[in-house]
């Protein structure tokens, strides 16, 4: 039987022994497991589910001492970047479970009977219930965050789903122990076995993806891969919704307020946030708007010259990065601010960053090659010359996740115009800030608009990331004791609700 | 230039000179109108916004007397239906300025910032904002309420989006006047003219998915037109949502003490339910489970004779039938209750109504043709021997938009568990009643797992039908005066909002 062995970047060596391929025969009898728990799970209490989700938080951060030595072995990523995205997963976790306690999820909204609206109203009372199995593929680059326990996880939970986890090459034995914690908890709080499971092997994604039990998907990762199974999740006999989270560029705007006002300081934070985790975050700022001589580039060359030299997540990702770092260099009027030295005889997946500019005319004669995400620790920089050809370059942009602003109070440039240009192509807008880091809320939106995402009406991460996996049902005249106890009477549950069109709150 | 002319179904004549189709060209200067208007509508504050809606619903409600007899001539469907149908169109568009002015529908969530959290949280503030320019297709079947000014468009312009509604072939002077009179609305409002505007033409409505300045898609028609603009709107370089509702069988179950207590009533409800508007309601019973030896028969044979034949929509719509309803009593075992007469003489689309019956057993071992929905004036009974044989039946049930349990307060029957079947294949489950008449309210779900919508996650009616067309922005660390209203820390829109987690009545 063949195995999924991930390998160390740091060594090239393989870690552990690997886990089989799950077989079509298993896929099915994981999917059927989970199709079998669906009700079980959707019947649920929100005590009852929030112990669930307290429970992995709390099996999450006693194992991390243990799972951190494997996720740096399978991903050469740093143990403390390692340890906040242990104490990351399990935050989420236990966000969720406060969510789910406080009962706004559901959306409970009750109408009762009227007799004059036109049509007539009988007793209307409706809520969100869960969709049924949920398929998580999980990332190369957030091991646990985004990964086997991380957010597209917690929030099916969440919703009350049963999740089906299609582990990433990248860390199976990782992917193996999360699981197996996970299972754990799940049998312990005497829930049925189907709640969670994962699947292994590149062809166990489409397969599951077009499996007849599976509701909707959640995928972290390229936009080539995400697009085709978007495209199976599309072409089902029965489509299902198909949430996938693709990369993007980000745009990073500065005024020359802002250069004159703390030059150094965005000098500082653009390196810094560009080469965080190796450039391997979907936030990574890909484009820095600078006004024409700003006079960064010494500081730059030397921030990027002390940033040491990290190993990429798998081989594949640091053939990209080349081959992308190569096509923007090679472009026409694309200088270098800062290069790598000669490689230091590390294995291949070891990367320096790099930083390219140009000029925004130059780029926007040159939109589409100049605004490819390149995964890894790379950025361009985009000197403007003028607030007119500013804004006529930021308007070719394609969809981002974010666009940051680098502003003072009192600025020359019109910001609210480059706000009302920026905000139409991202999830979110970031002020004197940088997008990487992204905080888990109630308010955060981690999506956006074409090509970052396929579905830029829901997020990825904060507490509405459940709302991917409920839909809604409406009772019409059912007696109270038939109702979901969301949706009685007497409010048992004790959450908000919507009554004759008013929010009452518990 | 060619034009798309209605028909009389009573008569066979045309109605009025026609309404040219849309050139491509054409096409795009709407496009390229509704994608400039767009900015503007979205800045629109919800006085403004809610103004709106008033406008068209005063406007539709004094054109109301005019365009009731056009709509008759269009569609054959019947004075008193169609007031009312003006009526709920208004009540619609008034429904959503209600809500615009409440301000839940922004979801405006503000988290303050929290250097504890993991990662630390900076100031988060995240709302909905309108995704653009909306595609609707009207419906053949509610020439105002599905239609030009119906819940799409009441619900994508209270979103805040331009609409661009491609006219149904079956109905072109009606959406033409009704054009007309929503954009003086928008004019007199002094809105921009691409607030609104109308295509016509089969080929409009492929061509007009495709368009690139098409942010989103809603429409109501058949499963396959349906799922081939479905597939068209995913197909795109950007996919965009397309939100479809295809047509239900919509099972209604009823239990031996039901039909013991009131029997004559229910047989009564249901003839009623299924021939209404001549059976051409996505909503309409196309199943009835009743216990075997319900003695019905002769009752609902009665009952079925005293309904009055009818037009129906379009001379396809008639064609359809005719082989729907003669697949479904060619299958085997299945008995004809009722079937119309020999023709009156009267052209061709008019259509009486028909009542096939099966057992349980049968339908079971048949269940793809035997539940295949056939629009217009039909249905058919499934008579059940035992409560396991029911259950067992509905089990086998795909998705619809509804399902009706009639059962009496002390039943034989486990009504808990045919509720718990039940509500995991459908929108809406209702209790003693009929699944025709959609009442516009808050708590209202039209919509329903595969194959009656192409996605189960929203609705088409009521409030909550606006959610399609938003998506999500976050603020992170924007200054006061540069945030949208809605999010501002004053809160000068006066709405509620999560604060910190919690909910925030104004």
């Known amino acids: ?40 799970l959707a019947a649920l209490g929100p005590v009852d589910r929030a112990r669930l989700l307290t429970g992995l938080a709390d099996a999450l951060d006693v194992a991390g001492e243990d799972l951190v030595p494997l996720a740096m072995a399978e991903t050469g990523l740093g143990r403390p970047r390692l340890v906040g995205e242990v104490a990351r997963t399990s935050f989420q976790l236990r966000l969720m479970a406060t969510a789910v306690l406080e009962g706004s999820l559901v959306e409970a909204v009750l109408d009762s009977a ?7 109203r009988p007793d209307l009372r409706r809520m969100l219930v869960p969709i049924g199995p949920v398929l998580v593929f999980s990332a190369s680059n957030f091991p646990f965050a985004f990964s ?32 197996a914690l996970a299972r754990d908890v799940v049998s312990d709080l005497g829930l049925p076995s189907g709640t969670f499971d994962a699947v292994y092997g590149v062809e166990s994604g489409p397969a599951a993806v077009q499996h007849p039990g599976i509701r909707a998907c959640g995928f972290t990762g390229s936009a080539r891969g995400g697009r085709a199974l978007f495209d199976l999740a599309n072409q089902r006999p029965d489509p299902i919704p198909f949430y996938g989270e693709l990369g993007s560029i980000n745009p990073t705007v500065v005024t020359p307020a802002a250069i004159a006002a703390r030059g150094e300081e965005i000098a500082a934070g653009y390196v810094g946030s560009f080469t965080l985790g190796n450039g391997q975050f979907c936030t990574k700022p890909g484009l820095l708007f600078l006004p024409a001589g700003h006079g960064l580039d010494g500081r730059l060359r030397e921030l990027v010259g002390e940033v040491e030299s990290a190993p990429m997540l798998t081989e594949r990702v640091r053939a ?12 026409p009027s694309v200088r270098v601010i800062a290069a790598p030295e000669a490689s230091p005889g590390r294995p291949g997946q070891w990367a320096a960053p790099s930083l390219l500019a140009t000029s925004a005319a130059q780029w926007s004669s040159d939109v589409e090659a100049l605004s490819q995400e390149c995964f890894g620790p790379v950025s361009l920089v985009v000197e403007y010359e003028s607030p007119g050809e500013l804004v006529a370059a930021l308007s070719l942009l394609e969809g981002s996740l974010t666009a940051t602003v680098h502003a003072e109070p009192v600025d020359g440039l019109p910001v609210a115009d480059l706000l009302a240009v920026l905000d139409r192509k991202v999830g979110r807008v970031i002020w004197n800030g940088w997008p990487t880091g992204v905080a888990v809320a109630w308010a955060m939106q981690h999506g956006g608009p074409h090509p970052v995402t396929t579905n830029a009406l ?48 518990p």
């Open 1 to 40: 039987m063949s195995t999924v062995v991930g390998h160390d970047p740091r060594t090239g060596q393989p870690v552990g022994g690997g886990v089989p391929h799950t077989s079509p025969a298993d896929l099915d009898q994981i999917v059927a497991a989970a199709t079998a728990a669906a009700p079980r």
């Open 114 to 120: 009227d007799p004059t609206a036109a049509p007539p």
């Open 148 to 179: 086997t326990l991380g957010g597209d996880t917690a929030s099916a939970l969440a919703a009350g789903c049963p999740v089906v986890v299609k582990a990433h090459e990248g860390h199976p034995e990782l992917t193996a122990r999360c699981t």
């Open 320 to 331: 990209a990065f080349d081959t992308g770092v190569g096509s923007l260099a090679d472009r």
């Open 458 to 505: 829901h997020t990825s991460v904060g507490v509405t990331a459940t709302r991917r996996w409920l839909r809604p049902v409406t009772y019409q005249s059912v007696p109270d004791a038939l109702l979901p106890p969301a949706l009685r009477e007497g409010n048992p549950l004790g959450i908000p609700r919507r009554v004759d069109g008013v929010l009452v709150l």
